[in-house]
């Protein structure tokens, strides 16, 4: 296939970026998007340009790193993926591709389509950790009996990998489904009842400090999301935010 992309160019947070438009040609339906951004990089080293900086690791969908906004969609246009697990076939001989970065004020710019998300690990840092003693004490889990559909819910929302796709596909740049699964994989589970009360304050406080929008239940981040991750978890928050701010 022959594309033309047009890319996100910026050179830190603190300047001012553009679209730069690239042709590429010689690209397989079965490549995936990171492998035709590779093989774009590898042309522009070959000429002596600067390649576009963007973020990967795993490759296998699980990390998140690889979150860009490709045509308008977090991830792209095919659903229930991310950017690594994007395949070219999903476009045609021809296309012009628009890749940015996730835009967020929470996610400032660190350069090209490389936004930095630690905000997400501040929010975690607040309150996502359990006090159980799990060092030589730890007891074995089939012991502590949990009504099946609640652990299937808190696996359900563990598996959010915080990619910031809730984010990017947000009017409001919100991140309440972020929170709102990682509240929810600890208040269904016994081990994580003991803390759920500072939790969810210190969590959302955060969130609020961090700058993200607020949620208008638009639901777009439920459509985006590449792990499925339902606004039940944004409800289940806020009847923990309720609960907790009446005991506070």
Known sequence: MKLILKI???????????IVEYPIDHIEPDMSFLEMLDILNDELIMKGDEPVAFDHDCREGICGMCSLYIN???HGPDKGITTCQLHMRMFKDGDTIFIEPFRAKAFPVIKDLVVDRSSFDRIQHAGGFISVNTSGNT????????NKKDADDAFDAAACIGCGACVASCKNSSAMLFVAAKVSQYALLPQGRIEATDRVLNMVSQMDAEG?????????????????ISLENIARMNREYLSASLKG
């Open 212 to 228: 993200f929008g607020n949620c208008t239940n638009t639901g777009a981040c439920e459509v985006e999301c590449p792990k499925g």
């Open 139 to 146: 007891i074995d889990a089939n012991t502590i009996p949990i």
């Open 72 to 74: 308008g969609e977090a």
């Open 8 to 18: 996100w160019r910026q050179k830190n947070a603190a300047t001012e970026g553009k």
